[in-house]
């Protein structure tokens, strides 16, 4: 809650009458601002209180769904403080302009262009329509035929308010997004989308501009908004995103407290610069970034660097535990067993993977740590390997019995043959997986 | 509720660091902002990309990697020639990787005589970069900096295992020093301090927080590199305060995005220099954002794409 507790109780009727269960307004006030109470206790409280309580209460960016993606509700600059939230949703733009097969080919490739990942599937999130033809018919002709071509979020733009209007009709209760509002006609837009169940893009030539008139759009009785503050470069995108969210957490503003959106496939026409683009947009504080295409080979990078730049740094990413084939290993491949922190895994694989040595990747699950903090937290340790070795079932799989262990816990290596019985061989591989490579061709 | 812009003011500014001597010293650092923020305060010098040559290759390096070097990649004097020449490089880093034990093991006086003959044939910043052997590499660094006193190299990478050897020979012979640490923003400034205890000065250290490519651990570096950031400018931790140089060109061509061709993984795509590029580049441009200063990059068009951005955002 963003009022102190003083702030609270002026808003109260100050009878100390006790229902609440507090002994005075006052301290019923401090309950609330700390967390304690809820405010339904008080049955004396105004309708104007309650809606002045509930606004401060509400998060300093707002969260808005378009489609299924939401975007918004950040609480931080800086990753480590706490974590960023709601993954920058990346669009891909047509027009109604293109024709039928180059519309085709790019929501088929914002359909399709996965990647998986630390058992996620990474992808784009939204298809933006622009109405370029100027043309209402021609519009909600592509709006009709997008509907029933992808199942992502909607972004509708058009600078023709009918137009706008029969794309949001077309799309009527599919919580499209609607591009854009101005400051001259952003009644009749918020009252489309109101009309229509989306949200809205509010769009000036700056931040300023914008924020004079979102309170009107929430007014008209939309609050689900997105801010374009007309950024033309990488220059004036990067200063806007960082004085929105400055704005947004650290004045309080509460006129610009939205995500935004940035029309990154206007601000270039090489594809490379535009993934240079997408790459500052997603780090440094976008809400919507729109591309010019979801191809594969800028895709891998830019989707990695969002979920890289998004993770929880309080959470490690973790792997399954299980067997992992790389190189297609047989049973006389060599087994490497190691931890479950995702980033150990990817190393460590890419580097068998790089050796192009069939080899078994046994993943063990110590919640994500890596090798040595696993050890020293007693996790990564003989008497807990054993068992997981055994379980495994990677005896099934293989016709000797070698096992490597990383050359960071070469001190267990005794213990864990101990565990293991005779069965079983002990060999310490490498401490770096750098080495692995050389270090596999000369098994 | 009007807006009005906000800016943030910091108590403490990052150090500097030239490399070089004469017309061809660069300096980098002396930031009193958050990386690129040019509406809060100064930031007097734009960061420098590195270009790295080797001088022995990966025969396993793929062809993205290769072709654009094809004709000089056995000769790292030429491919520095090249790199300068005609793809604008404004520094180079000399790796070499032949004095690692696990190599070709060329020993110490080869290394001093190539930086020699490097520095004869370039006109811009020379970085001289170890095998990351602890022990060959204190003793190869050792021997360049002697050999090639005063010409104020940089030099790296210095780790707690070794920077006595290496910090020393910085000090003797007038070069600078690149302080490496396992990414961990309390190691980062302990090796500072371990160094300046040796008499080298602030103004003589770079550190190396450790760099993760995208993909494989990108944002723990970034984490940590904010982290510094904020201690040197917000909490105007003097010990914080050397700027920051991430060697990252090995670390991204070896990943499994670049390397895997389609037919390994059709997902990725059929073209690998795209994929490459925009790898490098997307590193780079993370570790510029989160606080570097001074970027180790290999591919020429990677280099181009980030340059723009540095160029773009310091306008
Ligand atoms: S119920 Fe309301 S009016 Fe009564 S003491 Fe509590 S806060 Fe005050």
Redesign the pocket.
């Known amino acids: 809650m963003g009022l102190t507790g003083i702030q609270i109780f002026k808003l ?14 006052l ?3 401090m309950a609330l601002a700390g967390g304690k109470a809820e405010l339904d ?5 105004s309708d104007e209180a309650k809606a002045t309580l509930s606004e401060a209460s509400a998060p300093p960016i707002r969260g808005v769904k378009i489609g299924e993606k939401k975007i918004g509700e950040e609480l931080v600059f800086y990753r480590h403080e706490k974590t960023f939230i709601n993954p920058t949703a990346i669009a891909c733009l047509v027009t109604d302009e293109m024709d039928d097969a180059e519309v085709d080919a790019k929501i088929n490739n914002l359909n399709t262009v996965t990647f998986e990942r630390v058992g996620l599937e990474l992808s784009a999130d939204l298809l933006a329509i622009r109405n370029a033809s100027g043309d209402a018919g021609k519009f909600e002709a592509l709006v009709k035929k997008a509907l029933g071509a992808t199942e992502k979020g909607l972004i509708l733009m058009s600078d023709n308010v009918d137009a706008l209007e029969a794309g949001a009709k077309a799309a009527n209760g599919k919580g499209a997004l609607l591009y854009a509002a101005t400051a001259d006609n952003c009644d009749k837009v918020a009252a489309i989308a109101k009309e229509n169940g989306a949200s809205v893009v509010a769009k000036g030539g700056s931040v300023e501009e914008v924020s004079n008139f979102t309170s009107k759009i929430v007014a008209a009785g939309v609050k689900d908004i997105v801010l374009d503050c007309g950024a033309t470069d990488l220059k004036s995108m990067f200063y806007n995103d960082n004085q929105v969210r400055r704005a947004a957490l650290k004045a309080k503003n509460r006129d610009l407290g939205f995500p935004t959106i940035d029309l990154i496939c206007d601000m270039t026409d090489d594809p490379y610069k535009e993934a240079m683009l997408a790459n500052v947009a997603i780090a440094k504080y976008a809400g919507i970034i729109v591309m010019s295409d979801i191809d594969k080979e800028r895709m891998l990078p830019l989707f990695v660097q969002r979920l890289n730049i998004y993770t929880d740094p309080q959470r490690p990413m973790v792997m399954d535990e299980g067997i992992y084939e790389i190189n297609k290993p047989g049973p006389d491949s060599p087994v490497i067993i190691t931890t479950n922190f995702a980033l150990t895994y990817f190393i460590v694989a890419a580097e068998i993977e790089a050796s192009r040595v069939p080899t078994w990747l046994l993943i063990m699950d110590v919640e994500g740590m890596s090798v040595l903090t696993a050890w020293s937290a007693g996790k990564f340790v003989a008497d807990a390997m054993a068992p997981f070795v055994v379980k495994s079932g990677i005896k099934d799989k293989i016709s000797h019995n070698k096992i490597i262990i990383p050359g960071y816990v070469a001190q267990i290596s005794g213990e864990f043959q101990e565990e293991l019985g005779s069965e079983w061989e002990v060999v310490i591989g490498t401490r770096e997986a750098s080495d692995l490579p050389a270090f596999l061709k000369a098994l | 509720m009007a807006f009005s812009a906000l800016t943030e003011k910091y108590s403490g500014k990052m150090g500097t660091l030239t490399i070089g001597s004469g017309d061809q010293a660069v300096t980098v650092g002396g930031q009193a902002t958050m990386p690129f923020a040019t509406f809060d305060g100064e930031l007097p010098n734009k960061p420098l990309i590195a270009m790295e040559v080797y001088d022995v290759v990966d025969p396993e390096w793929p062809a993205a990697v290769v072709d654009p070097f094809k004709d000089v990649i056995n000769d790292p004097i030429a491919w520095a020639k090249k790199n300068i020449s005609e793809y604008g490089a404004k520094a180079i880093c000399l790796q070499l990787a032949s004095t690692d034990p696990n190599g070709e093991n060329k020993d110490a006086a080869y290394a001093a005589d190539l930086v020699g003959k490097m520095l004869a044939a370039i006109d811009v910043p020379l970085l001289v970069w170890g095998s990351g052997n602890v022990e060959k590499d204190a003793e190869v660094l050792a021997k360049v900096c002697e050999v090639n006193e005063g010409k104020n190299l940089l030099v790296g990478p210095a780790v707690e295992e070794n920077y006595k050897k290496i910090a020393a020979a910085c000090l003797g012979y007038g070069h600078a020093v690149v302080s490496q640490s396992p990414i961990d923003v309390n190691m980062a400034k302990q090796m500072n301090i371990l160094i300046s205890n040796l008499g080298l000065p602030m103004e003589k250290i770079i550190m190396e927080p450790s760099t993760g490519a995208l993909g494989y651990g990108v944002e723990y570096s970034y984490s940590v590199m904010e982290r510094i950031s904020l201690a040197a400018l917000a909490q105007n931790d003097d010990k914080m305060q050397a700027p920051i140089i991430n060697d990252l060109g090995k670390e991204c061509w070896k990943a499994r995005e670049v390397k895997l061709t389609e037919e390994e993984e059709p997902s990725f795509g059929p073209d690998m220099e795209k994929r490459g590029v925009l790898w490098e580049a997307t590193t780079g441009i993370d570790m510029l954002l989160s606080g570097s200063n001074l970027l180790i990059m290999r591919n020429p068009k990677a280099v181009k794409l980030v340059e723009e951005c540095i160029d773009e955002l310091m306008a």
């Not at chain 1, 009878?15 to 507090?22: A, D, I, P």
């Not at chain 1, 206790?41 to 409280?45: E, G, I, L, S, W």
């Open positions: 109260l009727p100050k009878t100390n009458c006790k229902e609440c269960g507090s002994p005075t307004c301290a019923f006030a206790k008080c049955p004396y409280v």
